[in-house]
């Protein structure tokens, strides 16, 4: 398992990209949970998929996205604030979720 394990991500990619192909479509961009080296060919846009809305889920995804790019794969997002546990009266949820978009869509650019 451990020899083909990480091919299953990015022969998800390349079946959904060459249907589309086949279908005639150009342009392909797929959002799709996972990746391996090699995705980015198939038009893979990675998500993190569904995390919480804490501190540490948002550490987590600058470390993952920090991966992405080194990996290769250069269209990569996550959920700006989580996606669990969010609860938008309260302050500390405010503030993590302006940082948040702030990290995302401002700091990554400089």
Known sequence: MARVGNLYPREYARLFYEGQREAGQKDIV???????AGSQRYGSLVWSGDIMSNYEDFRKQICAGIHMGISGI???TTDIGGFHGGNIHDEGFQELL????VEFTFQRWK
Do not use: G, Q
């Open 98 to 101: 302006v940082r948040w978009l």
């Open 74 to 76: 250069p269209w990569w």
């Open 30 to 36: 797929n959002l799709i949970r996972c990746a391996w």
